[in-house]
């Protein structure tokens, strides 16, 4: 069993920052990716970013120079601060860790992000 936590959803005015959290337990020994997605009311859900061996990085272009992902393998650890936030950023945002050997993907249940204008 895996489980992703998220925290560090929340309310927050247009402009405004908030730092979202994600931390991996259970059988997984070792990973190779985490990342952020998102899903508003009534869209798809999408990228927002990942993070790669603890490297690299890869954003959603709506996201590019406010987001930030950050991580640490060795602690099971990811996150996401967000910077110059809009409303159209509201959306339930997922955290997923993909294991080392396996590349078998693994999701968190979400913490609601809502930004009003």
């Known amino acids: 069993q895996v489980q992703l936590v998220e925290s560090g959803g929340g309310l927050v005015q247009a402009g405004g920052s908030l730092r979202l959290s994600c931390a991996a337990s259970?059988?997984?020994?070792?990973?190779?990716?985490m990342g952020w997605y998102r899903q508003a009311p009534g869209k798809q859900r999408e990228l927002v970013a990942t993070i790669t061996t603890g490297v690299t990085t890869n954003y959603a272009d709506s996201v590019k120079g406010r987001f930030t992902i950050s991580g640490d393998n060795t602690k099971k650890m990811v996150y996401l601060q967000m910077n110059s936030l809009k409303p159209e950023d509201t959306a339930v945002y997922y955290c997923?860790?993909?294991?080392?050997?396996?590349?078998?993907?693994?999701w968190g249940k979400g913490t609601l992000v809502t930004v009003s204008s």
């Open positions: 259970g059988s997984i020994s070792r990973i190779y990716a």
């Open positions: 997923t860790a993909t294991a080392d050997i396996t590349r078998v993907s693994y």
